[in-house]
């Protein structure tokens, strides 16, 4: 099992700056990648950024691409997302979330999640 604990949410102005983190514990050797998820209210969850966790490689969505950035810090286990120049729309509980299946997308272990406002 792996367990993940999210941190750093919060409201910010639009066109600020938020860092949110992402802890992982347990069998953390197990962690393929991890990555970032968001749902806003009434829409569905989408994915916002991942980083494989040996090589670092990292994805991101289109609608966060040159204003988010993902970073890991395998000593601590711990993922950032550093979220610039964010936007209202950006507003949405962001989820922490680990997978451990090269082979597949699917995400095993999932954070409680962390809020995110951003004010117009």
């Known amino acids: 099992q792996v367990q993940l604990v999210e941190s750093g949410g919060g409201l910010v102005q639009a066109g600020g700056s938020l860092r949110v983190s992402c802890a992982a514990s347990?069998?953390?050797?197990?962690?393929?990648?991890m990555g970032w998820f968001r749902q806003a209210p009434g829409k569905e969850r989408e994915f916002v950024a991942a980083i494989n966790w040996s090589g670092g490689s990292t994805y991101y969505a289109d609608s966060v691409k040159g204003r988010f950035t993902l970073s890991r810090d395998n000593a601590k286990n711990t993922m950032y997302l550093q979220m610039n120049s964010l936007k209202p729309e950006d507003t949405a509980i962001y989820y922490c979330a680990a997978r451990t299946r090269p082979a597949t997308l699917a995400y095993d272990y999932w954070g409680q999640g962390t809020q995110v406002t951003v004010s117009s």
């Open positions: 347990g069998r953390t050797f197990s962690m393929y990648a």
